[in-house]
């Protein structure tokens, strides 16, 4: 089946810890995004990456890393420096390279609930 | 600055109703809008995109139209089922930088 895969379902961490959460994909697409969604809230763009070995801030990236070594893979660290790490996490892909990457849909996976207490 | 605004209050319909859902956007000038459905704890699930040189796109059940002088997206869901119920979310792109998501509306479909 194709498709995005996102490990675990749900995380705890302590406070001061990081997190690195899983993103897999095998749709073959070049774009990959990470989103939070907080309650209440419309999904807000953490980081993308159009194309492997390249990746772009989004709109609230601080206290966030990633790497895209590989096409199919796009882990996001959640740092320890994020003050506000508890939400929930969705990684999502499409089709199109470079900026046209936003004009197309969007699959997202099943998303990561973490808790940091 | 750029808004998206879709109503926060769930819309409460009957059976075999249509639901209609508003997308509201200013200061924006969208090349492309998108709407997702989303069901809670579970990723968002693409149902519909609209270029803003169309005005209706349908698929089975649904129908977006796209208004760039009002600035809004309506969705419409005919003969709807108690199974539509969720949250859905619409999207836009400008054509340059980012996918912006409103917040969503959640849609309860009663029997």
């Known amino acids: 089946d194709g498709g995005i895969t996102q490990s675990p379902k749900y995380l705890f961490r302590k406070e001061g810890q990081n997190v690195t959460l899983s993103c897999e994909q095998n749709l073959n697409h070049d774009a990959m995004y990470w989103y939070r969604q907080d309650p209440g809230q419309g999904l807000r763009l953490i980081y993308y990456s159009q194309i492997v070995n390249d990746f772009q801030k989004g709109d609230i990236a601080e206290g966030y890393s990633v790497s895209r070594e590989k096409k199919e893979s796009f882990p996001l660290t959640v740092t320890s420096a994020q003050k506000n790490p508890t939400a929930f996490y969705l990684c999502?892909?499409?089709?199109?390279?470079?900026?046209?990457?936003?004009?197309?849909?969007?699959?997202f996976g099943p998303g990561t609930r973490l808790t940091v207490t | 600055s750029q808004k998206i605004e879709q109503n926060s209050e769930a819309l409460n319909i009957q059976e075999g109703k249509t639901a209609t859902l508003t997308c509201n956007y200013t200061?924006?000038?969208?090349?492309?809008l998108q709407w997702y459905r989303q069901d809670p704890g579970r990723g968002p699930v693409f149902l519909l995109l609209i270029r803003e040189n169309e005005k209706e796109k349908r698929k089975e059940r649904l129908k977006v139209t796209f208004d760039t002088t009002l600035k809004q997206s309506l969705f419409h869901i005919t003969a709807s089922q108690p199974a539509d119920s969720a949250t859905y979310l619409c999207?836009?792109?400008?054509?340059?930088?980012?996918?912006?998501f409103g917040k969503g509306t959640m849609l309860l479909v009663s029997p």
């Open positions: 999207a836009l792109y400008p054509g340059y930088s980012t996918l912006t």
């Open positions: 999502a892909s499409s089709t199109g390279q470079g900026p046209t990457s936003f004009s197309y849909e969007q699959y």
């Open positions: 200061n924006y000038s969208p090349a492309y």
